[in-house]
């Protein structure tokens, strides 16, 4: 009788957008773009447009995999308990179990 709480980890995959951009000096390194633009008399300001670098993000979709469980709990003398879930990016998800004595008993 009375409240017993269980905490159990749920591993499932979330889908990410993954973005990847060239990127130029002006972008990463502006303070050098600079310098070597003076430094060269305007001769580098072309040549500083060609991409020096890759960048790259992901971004987390709201779409999952992997992602439906079936939580059961079996106890001696009650029936057997059993939902089923459908995790979507939740921190925690509470369940509450209703336990039945099972018939005999």
Do not use: C
């Amino acid at each position: 009788m009375g409240d017993t709480p269980v905490t159990y980890q749920l591993l499932y995959d979330q889908e990410v957008e993954n973005d990847v951009r060239n990127v130029t000096w002006w972008q990463t390194q502006p303070a050098l773009a600079v310098v070597l633009t003076i430094l060269t008399l305007g001769v580098y300001l072309p040549l500083s447009l060609i991409p020096a670098d890759t960048e790259s993000s992901q971004k987390p979709l709201e779409n999952y995999r992997n992602n439906h469980f079936i939580v059961a709990v079996d106890a001696p003398g009650y029936a057997q308990w059993k939902q089923e879930v459908d995790a979507k990016g939740d921190k925690t998800l509470t369940l509450h179990a209703q336990m039945v004595q099972a018939e005999g008993h």
